[in-house]
């Protein structure tokens, strides 16, 4: 079973931040919390992953709360080709399996 | 770049049929996995493999097998397909231990009819 809880859908104007959340409120000491995204018709493709500290790269900003209780993907300038569903996953150190919840299906608006 | 390729974009086949579905990954990756993909039930787990002859159930095993011989490749294999199976089929590779990326594949959409 997933252990994360998303909005089943979002809306986001062009050009405007998208914040996409996340609620993982049984996580343990030792899971990450993990982002990926499918855009229409594609494998899903890994964007960004923590612990507990706060992580940035390339595609996205990862927000984690203190309590590790939830966390926050941050598109800083979403753009239409970031229309996908955003998946949060959370995985223990050590396990291989990758456990897909729903989703968040994002949609940028012109 | 990773790449995770799988045999064939699209499929149709008959109830019935043996159906062979093949994935190949070329960055010597230890863990390879089989989904399925549903409307409304999302990415489901079928089996994956965490190095060559080993493999583990995912969530939904039934009326599948997998065959791994070689570390690049993953075969699922339904031993009699049926209709229940029509799905789109993802294949997926990461590097191992737990906290890496996974890689997908571009999926395979068997129909069976």
């Known amino acids: 079973d997933a252990k994360t809880t998303q909005p089943p859908s979002m809306d986001c104007a062009e050009g405007r931040a998208a914040n996409l959340p996340c609620n993982h409120s049984?996580?343990?000491?030792?899971?990450?919390v993990y982002w990926y995204r499918q855009i229409h018709s594609q494998g899903p493709q890994y964007i960004i992953h923590?612990?507990?500290n706060n992580e940035t790269n390339e595609m996205a900003s990862l927000i984690i709360t203190e309590d590790r209780k939830s966390s926050t993907l941050i598109l800083p300038h979403a753009t239409l080709r970031d229309t996908a569903v955003y998946y949060c996953i959370v995985r223990e150190v050590g396990d291989d399996k990758i456990i897909f919840g729903k989703g968040t299906r994002l949609h940028i608006l012109p | 770049d990773v790449k995770v390729t799988q045999s064939s974009r699209y499929l149709v086949k008959r109830t019935g049929e043996k159906v062979f579905l093949e994935c190949v990954q070329d960055m010597d990756h230890e863990n390879m996995f089989w989904y399925r993909q549903d409307p409304g039930l999302g990415l489901r787990l079928i089996y994956f493999?965490?190095?060559?002859?080993?493999?583990e159930k995912g969530d939904i095993p039934e009326g599948y097998s997998v065959s791994r011989e070689k570390k690049e490749r993953f075969s699922l294999i339904l031993e009699s397909a049926s209709t229940n199976q029509t799905s789109m089929y993802l294949c997926a590779s990461s590097l191992g231990a737990g906290y890496t990326e996974a890689f997908f594949g571009q999926g395979t959409r068997l129909t069976v009819v």
């Open positions: 049984t996580i343990s000491g030792n899971e990450y």
């Open positions: 493999s965490y190095d060559v002859k080993m493999k």
């Open positions: 923590g612990l507990k």
